[in-house]
């Protein structure tokens, strides 16, 4: 009974469902894909589904938990992804294990993509509301125009680098990983559903560690009152550079799962609308809803392309439900009648 009530207390709910809802639906889906029940083109989209719940999850760890609009989380999905695409190049004849690799793959994109974040966050979190976000925006366009702009290959003397102009001379049995404009060429496709399975679930697990912890509890401080929580001794600074940080891993962990998931991958995949269209995820699931991004995210995704067979009225369609759940998701009535009803679960519960 006290396992149960740990479990599914009122602080422990939330991330509950949350593992509970993942665990299920990656089990519901690899039956049906076992099955060959899902068609082709939802199975497809499998892998991207989950590293725009991955990103989701950071952007709310920032925007939810935090309290800082953050319009920066492509850029951050494109430095970790062509850091995994590197990555992935150098160490193809030296690990091989596509599982292993991967994984490495991931980690390093995490990395980089998180200590840019923290170098970002510097000048960043000093600032605040419109201000801030126009500073991730700009942010996110300067590295796609990077991106863009980049040329890196690989020989036998090691990772050469260049910008603007492909003027690099590899050596013999070298190798372009990045073409400019072109993007990320030639990428050995080695992600997974089940890696995309996982890397959700260690981001519920980081997330709702850091929100429930003596940190967690501080962030939530600062975005409520900053100045009441510099007077019992918070740091604010610290505090703010933690989400930023986590959010910015996670989107470049994100990013590397999606840019091993194609052959090709131009820079401008992740631009402005992307950060948008995660951004617009992580609203209609609820600032701060875990549980909520995840559902919001899969269904968004998925959407246009179930929407297909109505051709050109299927982006009208999407227009609609976004509007819809908007609606929705910002109705008071509907948020009283759903707190009620929590209520009267929690008294049966207690009685």
């Known amino acids: 009974m006290k396992l149960v009530k740990s479990l599914f207390g009122p602080k422990t709910r939330g991330r509950s469902i949350s593992f509970a809802l993942v665990i299920v639906a990656y089990i519901v889906i690899s039956i049906l894909q076992s099955a060959g029940s899902i068609p082709r083109m939802i ?41 995994a695409a590197i990555t992935n190049a ?16 991931i980690v390093i994109g995490a990395l980089i993509a998180g200590f840019v974040g923290w170098l970002i966050s510097i000048p960043v979190l000093k600032l605040e509301g419109d201000y801030l976000a126009i500073v991730t925006l700009a942010f996110g366009q300067i590295i796609m125009s990077l991106m863009n702009n980049l040329y890196v290959g690989f020989d036998a003397d090691g990772i050469h680098f260049g910008f603007i102009n492909n003027t690099m001379q590899l050596g013999e049995g070298g190798k372009m990983i990045v073409s400019g404009p072109m993007g990320v060429t030639g990428n050995k496709m080695i992600s997974t559903f089940t890696v995309g399975f996982i890397l959700i679930l260690i981001s519920l697990l980081v997330v709702y560690n850091i929100i429930y912890s003596k940190e967690g509890r501080a962030i939530q401080a600062c975005r409520d009152n900053k100045i009441a929580a510099e007077t019992i001794g918070i740091k604010v600074s610290s505090t703010k ?41 992580v609203v209609l699931g609820g600032l701060g809803n875990m549980t909520g991004t995840l559902i919001s995210t899969s269904v968004l995704v998925l959407l246009p392309e179930m929407l297909r067979f109505l051709s050109s009225y299927r982006m009208l369609v999407y227009a609609i439900v976004l509007i819809v759940m908007m609606i929705v998701t910002n109705n008071e009535q509907i948020k009283t009648f759903f707190e009620k ?8 519960a207690h009685e």
Do not use: H
Request: with cysteine; proline share 1%.
């Open 241 to 281: 550079t933690l989400a930023f940080v986590v959010s910015s891993a996670l989107g470049g962990a994100a990013g590397a799962l999606y840019m091993m998931n194609y052959s090709s991958v131009a820079a401008t995949k992740f631009d402005f609308n992307t950060s948008i269209l995660i951004l617009v995820y």
């Open 90 to 105: 150098v160490l193809l004849n030296t690990v091989s294990n596509d599982f292993v690799r991967l994984l490495i793959c």
């Open 341 to 348: 009803f929590k209520k009267q679960k929690g008294v049966q």
């Open 43 to 83: 199975s497809s989209l499998l892998v991207p589904v989950c590293c725009y719940i991955v990103a989701a999850i950071g952007l709310n760890m920032n925007v939810g938990i935090s309290g800082e609009l953050n319009l920066g989380q492509a850029g951050f999905m494109s430095v970790g992804g062509f850091s």
